[in-house]
């Protein structure tokens, strides 16, 4: 018994718990620093430590900074469902619930939100998560140290996102230096990933990602690999940061304009758009999706509404799907720009006629997509255009790279998996294209190549 007097101890002794959970939970340090994988466990792992903290000692407070308010959220149900599985015996009184927090009878709380820093708060627990996705980094982590400064404990994790930021920097001291570890867990420390984590631990390091994936990977994660262009891959899976110089729209363009206040809908119409709306439709090649998202104009401003995947639908399936996205609201969407390269070109020329002077179907020329491309970067370095948090939309705005061919033409292309090819950038782009005024100069001298 005298075990459950730390939260390991609890939290042992009634869940299931892999190897670097174990580690993580019985690190005293003060600041704890995480370079992990996606689905490995962390958020549930960090409010089932809040909880166990609240058991054992009262008056106990924990604030999460997450992404986004989704992410926010989900924190506080997985705290909820560890104090349901408590023994009635060891479950503190809960006197208030809500979707941001949980109060205690004794004092304790457990606080959650969105990307910002905990300022008033002295001697929490504090775990920022998904760190290096945030906006202003250096501003949350700098707020935050006060809060831990006389007691308490700050806990820095995310997946990796480049070779910038508060996140890599720590990550890369900490990793020059003894005695001041980094818990990194790629995808093959966990069960649920992989087939064999005891032979992946010694020797998948000494593979490449292909063989690794192949030898221990589940079918899960097979899938997810073959959904995947290799960087981003090793980047969300396998704790690489990336280089951010190699991308077109560098993360120090792209993050300014990423407002964590949006939400991504994924209905033929935004619910939450007042505004004038313009759309693009980048029709999907073989395996990979058809994309189309919508913009809302915010004064001198434009507001991603809607990000819209339809994997592998028939043609009449996405006729009817755009009819009703042009017809909703008496008209709102304004324009719609469709690939009308390949295979997209009969769509975008039926569409065309039905909906003369609203859509414009685009031929994908070197040259067009030049235009498009840059134009794309312009509003990101201008910040004319935000994004909402979603890490689907980011990897595949990120991954896209420029090249000069050896006749000296620029290409934009980004590496292709079997199902994905950078298509939300280009429906991104389209979209741009259609609420902007045909004069405007898409070879700003901000832009540099």
């Given at each position: 018994?005298?075990?459950?007097?730390?939260?390991?101890?609890?939290?042992?002794?009634?869940?299931?718990?892999?190897?670097?959970?174990?580690?993580?939970?019985?690190?005293?340090?003060?600041?704890?620093?995480?370079?992990?994988?996606?689905?490995?466990?962390?958020?549930?792992?960090?409010?089932?430590?809040?909880?166990?903290?609240?058991?054992?000692?009262?008056?106990?407070?924990?604030?999460?900074?997450?992404?986004?308010?989704?992410?926010?959220?989900?924190?506080?149900?997985?705290?909820?469902?560890?104090?349901?599985?408590?023994?009635?015996?060891?479950?503190?009184?809960?006197?208030?619930?809500?979707?941001?927090?949980?109060?205690?009878?004794?004092?304790?709380?457990?606080?959650?939100?969105?990307?910002?820093?905990?300022?008033?708060?002295?001697?929490?627990?504090?775990?920022?998560?998904?760190?290096?996705?945030?906006?202003?980094?250096?501003?949350?982590?700098?707020?935050?140290?006060?809060?831990?400064?006389?007691?308490?404990?700050?806990?820095?994790?995310?997946?990796?996102?480049?070779?910038?930021?508060?996140?890599?920097?720590?990550?890369?001291?900490?990793?020059?230096?003894?005695?001041?570890?980094?818990?990194?867990?790629?995808?093959?420390?966990?069960?649920?990933?992989?087939?064999?984590?005891?032979?992946?631990?010694?020797?998948?390091?000494?593979?490449?990602?292909?063989?690794?994936?192949?030898?221990?990977?589940?079918?899960?994660?097979?899938?997810?690999?073959?959904?995947?262009?290799?960087?981003?891959?090793?980047?969300?899976?396998?704790?690489?940061?990336?280089?951010?110089?190699?991308?077109?729209?560098?993360?120090?363009?792209?993050?300014?304009?990423?407002?964590?206040?949006?939400?991504?809908?994924?209905?033929?119409?935004?619910?939450?758009?007042?505004?004038?709306?313009?759309?693009?439709?980048?029709?999907?090649?073989?395996?990979?999706?058809?994309?189309?998202?919508?913009?809302?104009?915010?004064?001198?401003?434009?507001?991603?509404r809607a990000v819209v995947s339809l994997h592998q639908a028939e043609y009449g399936v996405q006729r009817q799907y755009l009819c009703d996205l042009m017809q909703a609201n008496n008209g709102a969407v304004r324009r719609l720009c469709i690939d009308a390269t390949g295979i997209g070109s009969y769509l975008a020329e039926e569409m065309a006629?039905?909906?003369?002077?609203?859509?414009?179907?685009?031929?994908?020329?070197?040259?067009?997509?030049?235009?498009?491309?840059?134009?794309?970067?312009?509003?990101?370095?201008?910040?004319?255009?935000?994004?909402?948090?979603?890490?689907?939309?980011?990897?595949?705005?990120?991954?896209?790279?420029?090249?000069?061919?050896?006749?000296?033409?620029?290409?934009?292309?980004?590496?292709?998996?079997?199902?994905?090819?950078?298509?939300?950038?280009?429906?991104?782009?389209?979209a741009l294209h259609a609420a902007l005024p045909p004069q405007r100069s898409v070879t700003a001298t901000r832009v540099n190549f």
């Amino acid at each position: 018994m005298k075990n459950l007097a730390t939260p390991y101890g609890l939290l042992q002794a009634l869940f299931k718990l892999e190897p670097y959970q174990t580690a993580f939970l019985q690190d005293s340090a003060t600041m704890r620093v995480v370079l992990k994988s996606r689905q490995v466990g962390f958020s549930w792992l960090f409010a089932a430590e809040a909880v166990a903290n609240v058991c054992l000692s009262p008056g106990h407070q924990a604030i999460f900074v997450s992404l986004n308010r989704e992410e926010a959220q989900e924190k506080i149900r997985y705290a909820l469902e560890v104090l349901e599985a408590l023994p009635p015996a060891w479950r503190p009184k809960l006197k208030r619930c809500s979707r941001s927090g949980l109060e205690f009878a004794d004092g304790g709380r457990i606080l959650s939100h969105p990307c910002r820093a905990p300022r008033g708060r002295s001697g929490a627990d504090v775990y920022l998560d998904e760190m290096a996705f945030y906006r202003g980094d250096a501003d949350v982590f700098f707020g935050t140290l006060p809060v831990v400064s006389r007691r308490g404990r700050i806990t820095i994790a995310s997946t990796p996102f480049g070779r910038r930021g508060v996140f890599w920097l720590e990550c890369d001291r900490r990793m020059a230096q003894k005695g001041r570890p980094v818990h990194v867990v790629p995808w093959w420390h966990c069960s649920w990933l992989c087939t064999d984590t005891k032979s992946a631990v010694v020797s998948a390091d000494e593979m490449d990602t292909p063989e690794r994936v192949q030898r221990f990977g589940t079918a899960r994660l097979r899938e997810i690999f073959r959904s995947m262009d290799l960087d981003s891959f090793q980047q969300e899976y396998e704790c690489r940061f990336g280089d951010a110089e190699a991308s077109w729209i560098p993360y120090g363009e792209l993050l300014p304009c990423v407002d964590e206040s949006l939400s991504v809908e994924n209905a033929p119409y935004p619910r939450e758009a007042s505004g004038e709306l313009f759309a693009g439709y980048d029709v999907g090649r073989t395996q990979h999706a058809s994309e189309l998202v919508v913009l809302e104009r915010q004064g001198s401003r434009f507001v991603v509404r809607a990000v819209v995947s339809l994997h592998q639908a028939e043609y009449g399936v996405q006729r009817q799907y755009l009819c009703d996205l042009m017809q909703a609201n008496n008209g709102a969407v304004r324009r719609l720009c469709i690939d009308a390269t390949g295979i997209g070109s009969y769509l975008a020329e039926e569409m065309a006629k039905a909906f003369p002077m609203r859509v414009e179907p685009v031929v994908f020329t070197p040259r067009v997509k030049e235009s498009l491309a840059v134009a794309l970067r312009i509003a990101f370095q201008n910040r004319d255009l935000l994004i909402p948090p979603d890490r689907g939309l980011i990897r595949q705005i990120h991954s896209v790279r420029r090249t000069v061919t050896s006749a000296g033409n620029a290409r934009f292309d980004a590496e292709s998996s079997e199902t994905e090819h950078a298509d939300k950038f280009w429906a991104l782009a389209l979209a741009l294209h259609a609420a902007l005024p045909p004069q405007r100069s898409v070879t700003a001298t901000r832009v540099n190549f």
